[in-house]
């Protein structure tokens, strides 16, 4: 590993990941990016057939037409989140072909992929470049993966393949419907799983293109969310994942008390800001919490006769009641967390797929992410400057990816309902173990004995000053959860860096170590 | 000008036009693309406003941001046709600052524009790049443009975007509705237009991209068919266009009994040759007599209970019409040429919009063209090798674009029903004024007095046999107008070259030269 520099968050990351130079955070907007996107190579038509058909016979023939080879980059999408049954298949055949060395660049991989650790074990894959949520996770935080892993957000995953930093041989993409040219969706079809919103760079950028689907119609297969004329080769699977399981535990809405407290103290918190008026937006994550603040926000809405402009999805079953019902008028989706969400993007027209590189790209000119008023977010950790952590637990391992966490910092308004302690270990800390968001950007903390508003905020102090809230300073809550909990212990680390964290301009924020054992 | 060397359709080109190198059209599929495409500037979203207001006050200031300065590129798209209000004040603004040198580059102009013949002369414009339908191409054809114009397909002009060949400086985007982000469409708004295709490779590849709209709505604008992320700075206006103006003389069904028969007879063929069938799909150009083949298609599909697949617009009423119907489950529309067109491009979902990228581009991994059974074009002149013209009329002026058409050639047929003689000068000819098209692509001329089969295709001249239709050779054909008008006279040129006509992989085809006064 090369030389340590501070950057500007204090966090100690290297000049030099996996070989190639990396560049140290340098603070919000710091980083000014020269030269220009990458440029895929010219294809010419002549070289594909005529009529449009691209159909091969298997993923196999797929990917060695492709020209799979050792220390190739092969991309993959998640949106089928833990039911993929397609990367498993393709590092199967990479296996049998006696491939080596692969790096695996998927937006995110989950349990269902602890199939590859025999992989990594064997040297078919070198590094993992995605968010590995569990088992993939704890394998590197363990110091077994060869290569170093990096984390992107979502928009920071689209920086990272439009500016070149990543550059793909191969990209899968696994689509609910397809035609044999390569137009291909996941709103239709018995395995839709939404959008195909994450395979949109790997889908313009890539050298070569493979379609997967289990159902092919003719072409037109309309909506083409990706565009065939990016797309080499087609394949027809029997299944190609499982859309029950795109709902994941973090994407119920909670029914514990507390969290319910949380969700109701946010939506109050909101409405004294006087963020929910007519015409606003938000976005709510992934989080049980967080999903219930939109019921909250629904309430609100509907007792005032007003209504939201929009709300950002990672969409479910409660935002589509919402949209039905009229008090939102536009879903802007980036992930269906449900099969409600499917349905409903399939079937209304102001259900939009949105993809990172409309919502979250930020070396663009501009994204959706400032656009909205309110987003309400999880994190594992918090500490006195607001910094916060999503991807390391507190025994300091490796188990969850940055989504579009990051990204969504760029709203508005970000807020934060947390519990104050969780397994008695408080959530509001000295310093966060991986610094994932700079505590700039992060606007409010909301728990259950109390709400602390950022002193950069100073408007929304204001705001809630004669709210009635119990409004606390950063530093009392965290005392409070010391005095309930006691100081916790810190995960112990040894200096092998396993995983880079980047902010969304590529810069590294922070670094993850292997966990001492 | 530079050497002239003889290209794979024998005619005289040069090898060098405006100072950049040339490419001789080597003959279909023969010229291999290398390299990359072009790319972009990386840019970064912290030099643009974080809430996503990009609007400023009027035109001028926006291209003064821009940055407007001799010798720039300045695009602009033609959904407005006839009825663009922008261009015109975009170069009486260029013509204010003082600026000079500029190349226009829109992807087709009008009548309208003639406007801004007063600029090509002093100097205010050096030169169009794009098709120039009426005063423009005259004025172009009498010498009297400074630069050389070069005349491109859709897709080519996409293709040349692409590739770098053309780079703009500033992309002018006018769109019926947007909002203060960039994001626009066609679709809605008092002055709709249809869709925005032809401006998307501008709005990817552009250094500086303004949007204009008499529509600003609050975002989310939707659809975006042109995306805000691409977009540096927004303008309103009070008017961006006449939409009434899209309907031009050419897109109106023919009522010449002449035309009709033609229309007819084409079906027949049609039908005879065995691509009338379910599941088919078609593509009929903006001219009069390919629109009134359509109608003849629906007949046919009535009685036997069959439906197209699908139909590539340039839409009309006529098209939509047999949408509504239910004889076609969709309309894939580069282009809609009526009012009709674009209500039914807002209101039904398989009412698509494409784009050049997806529909023509030939650098890229295939395109929809090659996936339409039968596409039903026009032409100034064919000959006796089935050698086509659309850009210059019988006295040798450049008169018209190439729009689709070059592009619309790789279809699985290709049928052109034409007057076997226009104004007594016999259509069929022993060599076309200009190629735009080579004979190879060409299948079938109808005439009234018969239809002639490229002898390529030996299946249709086959399926032809008994179908009673009046096949005959095209030179039979030449020789029927010629006993009926005699040869006609050749219009007469001097040797200089006053426009390139680009093939769709960016080789040069044909030039045209001044003509003689």
Sequence with gaps: MSELVKNAVGRLVPTEINGEPAIPFMGIGKYKPEGRRFAPKISSNSDFPLDGNKQVADLKEALVKAGLKDGMTISSHHHFRNGDLIMNQVFDIAKDLGVKNLRWFPSASFPCHAHLIQYLEDGTIQRIEGSMNGPLGKFTSQGKMNGTA?????????????????????????????????????????????????????SQYSDKVIVVTDNMVPFPCVPWQIQGNYVDYTVVVDKVGDSEKIVSGTTQITKSPDRLLLAEMTAKFCDAAGI?????????????????????????????????????????????????EGLIEYILDGQTFDLEGVRSMRENANHLDTSPFTSYNYHSKGNFAGMVDVVILGATEV???????????????????IGGWQNCLFSKTVILPLPLFRNRIPVVVDEVTTITGPGELIDVIVTERGIAINPLRTDLIEKAKN????????????????????????????DKIIAAIKWVDGTIIDVVRKVKQ
């Excluded at 990543?166 to 395995?191: E, K």
């Excluded at 006195?384 to 637990?393: C, D, G, W, Y």
Aim: with cysteine; proline share 1%.
């Design 383 to 401: 500490d006195v400057n607001f910094n916060a952590n999503v991807v390391t637990h507190s025994d300091g391992l490796l188990m969850h990816g």
């Design 467 to 494: 709210s009635g809230l119990p409004i606390k300073t950063i530093e009392e809550l965290k005392a409070e959860a010391e005095k309930i909990c006691g100081i916790a212990e810190k995960p112990q680390f040894e």
């Design 276 to 324: 929910i008026k007519d015409g606003f937006s938000f976005q709510t994550g992934a989080g049980g919490t967080s999903l219930s603040v939109s019921q909250y926000f629904g309430d609100i809405m509907r007792e005032r006769k007003i209504k939201a402009r929009f709300a950002r999805g990672g969409s479910n079953k409660y935002l589509v009641e919402m949209l039905e």
């Design 150 to 202: 990096i984390l992107r957000s979502h928009g920071g995953r689209y920086q990272a393949v439009q500016d070149g930093e990543v550059q793909i041989d191969i990209a899968i993409i696994v689509a609910g419907t397809a035609d044999m040219f390569g137009n291909a969706n996941g709103v239709t079809g018995a395995s839709a799983s939404g959008l195909l919103g994450f395979a949109l760079a790997d």
